[in-house]
């Protein structure tokens, strides 16, 4: 089966497929990728299968640099900022389903050796149709030769009409209550207008908890071509002053929600204003006509600290644990660096 290895592919043609399929989500679209691709130093590439000249099935990969150092081999990543991994069109058979990702993988594996990478990463998004059926929770990479990295998250089922601390354990319950007593309010912000605030809040978060802030031009993105078309849904959380002091941005696609990106003040960190908006943003989700929200990763008996808390707070808003898949390849070098390569002289 022929696979077509493009460096740019029609965003509408590209669109149109993942439309088709259900192993696609949000990360897939052709505006997040070439978002993401601006943002970092990534080159995109693009696996495609067509027929009768319209694409069946397909995988989209992220090249990162492999930095100063001529030893450290590049990694490719599908994608490199969410999920990502091969899709297939919903109305092929099961023969032709397994072809068509079978010949996906084998190209990408070609491709990366060439290019002299060290492995290829994937994730799959857990909204996808298929991924949230996967009742037996078997990897849908491992048929075709991928190692098996999955980790975990917790999805939410939803249902319209549902109370505000609906599904919501007695802690969570306490605290949302807390910060409305204490004045606090949840409404739904418009992006441009949000944004300088919004990036001086994840600048603050982020340092706050020891990371490396993302590029203002990820965030200027996400207003610019995912608000407009519904994709990124921003709830800010105002003191009883007005100001705002949270945030919460929900991605959305297809039937599904997540708990994309989000940030406090530290001053009010711990009144609860993440529960607040987190409650809200679920709510709202569920009115909305969406069936699920996907809370995030989670981090069952990690010993990392901040994971752990981060584990914790996502458990607290009646989630189901489900399997989040993901898969590598290790690439051999294409010949062996030469002994003592790199080193300084002694």
């Given at each position: 089966?022929?696979?077509?290895?493009e460096?740019?592919?029609?965003?509408?043609?590209?669109?149109?497929?993942?439309?088709r399929?259900?192993?696609?989500?949000?990360?897939?679209?052709a505006?997040?990728?070439?978002l993401?691709?601006?943002?970092?130093?990534?080159r995109?590439?693009?696996?495609?299968?067509?027929r009768?000249?319209?694409i069946?099935?397909?995988?989209?990969?992220?090249?990162?640099?492999?930095?100063?150092?001529?030893?450290?081999?590049p990694q490719?990543y599908?994608?490199?900022?969410?999920?990502?991994?091969?899709?297939?069109?919903?109305?092929?058979?099961?023969?032709a389903?397994?072809?068509?990702?079978?010949?996906?993988?084998?190209?990408?594996r070609?491709?990366?050796?060439?290019?002299?990478?060290?492995?290829?990463?994937?994730a799959?998004?857990?909204?996808?149709?298929?991924?949230?059926?996967n009742?037996?929770?078997?990897?849908?990479?491992?048929?075709?030769?991928?190692?098996?990295?999955s980790?975990?998250?917790?999805?939410?089922?939803?249902?319209?009409?549902?109370?505000?601390?609906?599904?919501?354990?007695?802690?969570?319950?306490?605290?949302?209550?807390?910060a409305?007593?204490?004045?606090?309010?949840?409404?739904?912000?418009?992006?441009?207008?949000?944004?300088?605030?919004?990036?001086?809040?994840?600048?603050?978060?982020?340092?706050?908890?020891?990371?490396?802030?993302?590029?203002?031009?990820y965030?200027?993105?996400?207003?610019?071509?995912?608000?407009?078309?519904?994709?990124a849904?921003?709830?800010g959380?105002?003191?009883?002053?007005?100001?705002?002091?949270?945030?919460?941005?929900?991605?959305?696609?297809?039937?599904?929600?997540?708990?994309?990106?989000?940030?406090?003040?530290?001053?009010d960190?711990?009144?609860?204003?993440?529960?607040?908006?987190?409650?809200?943003?679920i709510r709202?989700?569920?009115?909305?006509?969406?069936?699920?929200?996907?809370l995030g990763?989670?981090?069952?008996?990690?010993?990392?600290?901040?994971?752990?808390?981060?584990?914790?707070?996502?458990?607290?808003?009646?989630?189901?644990?489900?399997?989040?898949?993901r898969?590598?390849?290790?690439?051999?070098?294409?010949?062996?660096?030469?002994?003592?390569?790199?080193?300084?002289?002694?």
């Amino acid at each position: 089966m022929a696979v077509e290895v493009e460096s740019e592919v029609s965003a509408a043609e590209w669109d149109e497929a993942i439309g088709r399929s259900d192993d696609t989500w949000l990360f897939h679209t052709a505006g997040w990728i070439e978002l993401t691709a601006r943002v970092w130093p990534l080159r995109n590439w693009f696996f495609v299968v067509r027929r009768g000249g319209r694409i069946v099935g397909g995988l989209a990969v992220q090249l990162a640099p492999g930095g100063r150092r001529p030893w450290v081999r590049p990694q490719a990543y599908s994608i490199w900022m969410g999920t990502g991994g091969p899709f297939a069109v919903r109305d092929l058979d099961a023969k032709a389903r397994h072809r068509v990702l079978d010949a996906l993988t084998e190209a990408v594996r070609q491709w990366a050796v060439q290019e002299g990478l060290a492995a290829v990463h994937c994730a799959l998004p857990p909204l996808a149709p298929n991924n949230l059926q996967n009742a037996r929770g078997i990897n849908p990479l491992v048929p075709f030769g991928w190692q098996d990295t999955s980790t975990h998250t917790r999805i939410r089922s939803l249902s319209q009409g549902c109370d505000l601390f609906d599904g919501l354990d007695p802690d969570a319950r306490r605290l949302c209550r807390r910060a409305v007593e204490a004045g606090y309010r949840v409404a739904r912000e418009d992006w441009s207008e949000a944004l300088d605030r919004y990036y001086e809040l994840h600048q603050e978060t982020y340092r706050r908890t020891g990371a490396t802030p993302h590029p203002r031009e990820y965030f200027e993105g996400i207003a610019r071509t995912m608000g407009p078309r519904g994709h990124a849904v921003l709830w800010g959380c105002r003191n009883s002053s007005g100001q705002l002091v949270a945030f919460h941005n929900c991605g959305r696609y297809g039937q599904g929600a997540v708990y994309w990106t989000g940030c406090s003040q530290t001053a009010d960190a711990k009144a609860g204003v993440n529960y607040l908006l987190m409650a809200h943003a679920i709510r709202a989700a569920a009115e909305e006509g969406f069936r699920y929200y996907d809370l995030g990763e989670a981090f069952p008996g990690t010993s990392d600290a901040k994971l752990r808390g981060l584990d914790r707070f996502k458990g607290k808003f009646g989630g189901q644990m489900y399997r989040f898949f993901r898969g590598r390849i290790d690439l051999p070098r294409r010949r062996p660096w030469p002994l003592g390569a790199g080193r300084k002289g002694r």
